[in-house]
């Protein structure tokens, strides 16, 4: 059940009429242009901290149940991940939806060449800076280096090093996933030598 809001105009006590806040507006737009299971989806796409059902509903304007109840479709689909508080069950997006949420974005941007091409840089950079400190990953890096300061020159590079990784997993991640499209695994349609997609192929 979709919470009350008020009208777009509502009578005051004496007599006159008051125009409504411009948000209550938009709030309005939205709820009548999509439905309570669109407007889970894009709160959760937000969510990246653990939130019950009953704050997911609130800011989605349906009820916990209706939350609850497209919140365990989503799970059931990879894109949400739940915890346990207590008694309470907490909601967030998934790693994987994340991931592919990037994938997207980044394939929409560029080659898979493209791709490929930066991950080589990223992987270079990487073993540079494993050879020039004599250590294996940024964590070992800031243990032999007690870096305290994120303002100082080491603390830039462990930061580079961190965000470096990070997009290298992502970049290694998108292309596999354009791997897998093209080859049909990421629909279950397998593509024949001859380019004919087989419908039937199992993965």
């Given amino acids: 059940m979709t919470e009350d809001l008020p009208p777009p105009h509502h009578r005051r006590p004496d007599g006159g009429s008051e125009c409504r806040d411009g948000n209550d507006v938009v709030v309005d737009n939205w709820i009548s242009e999509t439905t309570p299971f669109e407007r889970v989806y894009e709160i959760i ?51 994987t939806a994340i991931i592919t949420e990037h994938a997207q974005s980044l394939l929409a941007d560029l080659t898979p060449e493209e791709i490929a091409s930066g991950i080589a840089e ?16 940024p964590e070992e890096f800031a243990r032999t280096l007690d870096i305290n300061d994120a303002d100082s020159d080491h603390g830039a590079l462990l930061t580079d090093w961190y965000t470096t990784r990070r ?5 290694q991640a998108t292309l596999a996933i354009s791997d897998a499209s093209e080859t049909g695994h990421l629909t279950g349609t397998e593509m024949n030598d001859d380019g004919n997609g087989d419908a039937s192929a199992i993965v």
């Fill in 45 to 95: 796409r937000r969510t990246d901290d653990p939130e019950s059902a009953a704050t997911i509903g609130n800011r989605a304007r349906v009820s916990s149940t209706t939350a609850r109840k497209h919140l365990r479709t989503l799970a059931n689909t990879g894109d949400v991940t739940t915890s346990q508080d207590g008694q309470t069950t907490r909601y967030r997006r998934s790693e």
């Fill in 122 to 137: 990223m992987k270079a950079q990487i073993q540079d800076w494993r050879e020039e400190y004599n250590v294996e990953s």
């Fill in 167 to 171: 997009n290298l997993a992502l970049a």
